[in-house]
């Protein structure tokens, strides 16, 4: 069973992206969390099965600075690449640089904007 990570620290958001991904009906198992800190708790129980896709906010908790929450959680990711090669990696964010530091981290990603004035079609490239 596929299994997705969503990570947010606003929780309109998280129910958003979770409102778009069941829509698709795909039979995916969703987990969430509230702050990177929270995310990589997640991803390390689940080293035994592993998500399949990873949604991360970049601008969260404000204790990683100068990196952005979601920057460093990308990283931790990284760290588990045995267990998580197969994974996507989306920075949803609508941070103007989006697309750099997703090129950067070498990462999907999805602009907040375009998450909002789509439909829940969006998502179904980063889920299958």
């Not at 698709?24 to 129980?45: P, Y």
């Not at 750099?100 to 999907?108: D, G, P, S, T």
Request: net charge negative; no cysteine.
């Amino acid at each position: 069973m596929k299994k997705v990570l969503i990570v947010d620290d606003v929780p309109g958001w998280v129910r958003f992206h979770q409102n778009n991904i069941e829509y698709l009906n795909l039979g995916i198992k969703i987990d969430t969390a509230n702050s990177a800190r929270e995310a990589l708790t997640k991803l390390e129980a689940s080293i035994d099965e592993p998500y399949t896709t990873i949604f991360t906010d970049l601008q969260m908790e404000s204790d990683f600075l100068p990196m952005m929450a979601g920057e460093w959680f990308v990283k931790q990711i990284k760290t588990y690449s045995k267990y998580y090669k197969d994974t996507k990696v989306v920075i949803v964010s609508a941070s103007p640089s989006i697309d750099k530091i997703a090129e950067r981290n070498e990462v999907l990603y999805l602009p907040k904007v375009v998450a909002r004035n789509s439909d829940a079609e969006v998502y179904r490239e980063f889920l299958e």
